[in-house]
């Protein structure tokens, strides 16, 4: 095997796992909430990109 098929091939073993390691789910246990007081407005606030809930949802 030639340097630049060893090349190719390493290269696409290392994308494959990559890519299979990166979209482990998260747990619970890994998400946050808190709320944001200040200046007269309280915002529900979390990890996963929720914004903007109110403040007895949260």
Partial sequence: MNFKKSFQLILLLTVISTIALAQQPSGREFRRTGIHNGNLV?????NWGVVGQPADKG
Wanted: proline fraction near 0%; avoid cysteine.
């Fill in 42 to 46: 309280r915002t529900v606030f979390g």
